[in-house]
């Protein structure tokens, strides 16, 4: 059993801790997914590569977070309610995308002008990285604002 304090804590953060476990998942989906398609298929289009793989991951992130992490909250239309998630999440694949570019096409930390490794850090750095954390900052604020907000929770 957990002391009083921290099982008030995780209580009281329930949804913000769901959506890290649901990050923590859809992180692992994204970078396999992104490394596989970078190291074969489309070894010359990293960009696009990152772009399928957070598009394959905010599905199941979707699935996810709807079933799981904010299963309290909502209460609209699923339809309208996937549209809302997916604008804002097409929205946070702008933000997750943004700093890979700028690594790869403004800073050139990309083969011939970087070792390999370098490269490969700078992606993981920007892509996986601080790509992640500023768009999952922004999207948890979007999600529980207008995807699943509290006040339809008295609906149902």
Do not use: C
């Not at 694949?93 to 700028?102: A, E, H, S, Y």
């Not at 990309?110 to 992640?132: H, K, L």
């Amino acid at each position: 059993m957990l002391p009083a304090p921290l099982r008030n804590l995780l209580l009281k953060h329930r949804e913000l801790l769901k959506f890290a476990v649901v990050g923590g998942t859809t992180f692992i989906i994204d970078n396999v997914i992104w490394y596989v398609l970078k190291l074969t298929v489309l070894a010359d289009k990293p960009i696009t590569a990152k772009a399928i793989a957070i598009i394959v991951a905010t599905i199941a992130s979707y699935v996810l977070n709807r079933e799981w992490s904010f299963r309290m909250r909502g209460g609209r239309e699923r339809r309208h309610e996937a549209a809302l998630f997916f604008l804002i999440s097409g929205i946070g694949v702008g933000i997750n995308l943004i700093p890979p570019f700028v690594s790869r096409y403004v800073l050139d930390l990309e083969v011939p002008n970087v070792t390999r490794a370098v490269q490969e850090i700078a992606d993981f750095a920007s892509g996986s990285i601080i790509g992640m954390l500023l768009a999952m900052f922004f999207r948890f604020w979007a999600f529980r604002k207008w995807v699943f907000p509290d006040e339809l929770e008295h609906r149902r």
